[in-house]
């Protein structure tokens, strides 16, 4: 089974809506996400309950719990590629909210990958 390509969504201005939760979420839910991206990667469609689950409409979920906190990462799948969107808390459902916002990311996406796709500034000298 070939890989699948993770990447982050890039919204209108070129940010990712994700990243900023990985500065603010505690350290030991961020380490958790790496394990699953690693699993998605490696995984593709076939990631399941309890580290993925599916929403609807073409939006899925990254999972984690830490303190009776449920934290989750929107993604979605364009081709071969994995589309890591957002992150959230949430306590029983994920609000309908945030998977319409998904929904129309994933649309935006389909049309114009290269648009929405976050490339990390460079730094670095």
């Known amino acids: ?6 990447v982050f969504y890039a919204n ?3 940010e990712s809506l ?5 500065d603010i979420w505690p350290k030991k839910v961020v380490d958790k996400f790496y394990v699953r991206i690693e699993r998605l ?3 593709g469609h076939e990631l399941k309950r309890p ?3 599916f929403l609807r409409d073409g939006i899925y979920e990254l999972r984690v719990r830490h ?3 449920n934290y989750r990462i929107l993604y979605f799948f364009s081709g071969k590629i994995a589309v890591l969107y957002d992150g959230l808390t949430k306590e029983k459902i994920v609000p309908p909210k945030y998977i319409n916002r998904a929904i129309a990311a994933k649309e935006s996406f389909d049309k114009n990958p290269t648009k929405h796709t976050y490339e990390a500034e460079d730094n670095e000298n």
């Open 1 to 6: 089974m070939s890989k699948t390509k993770i």
């Open 12 to 14: 209108e201005k070129g």
């Open 18 to 22: 994700l990243l900023p939760y990985f």
């Open 41 to 43: 990667e490696e995984l």
């Open 51 to 53: 580290e993925a689950d």
């Open 67 to 69: 303190i009776k906190v």
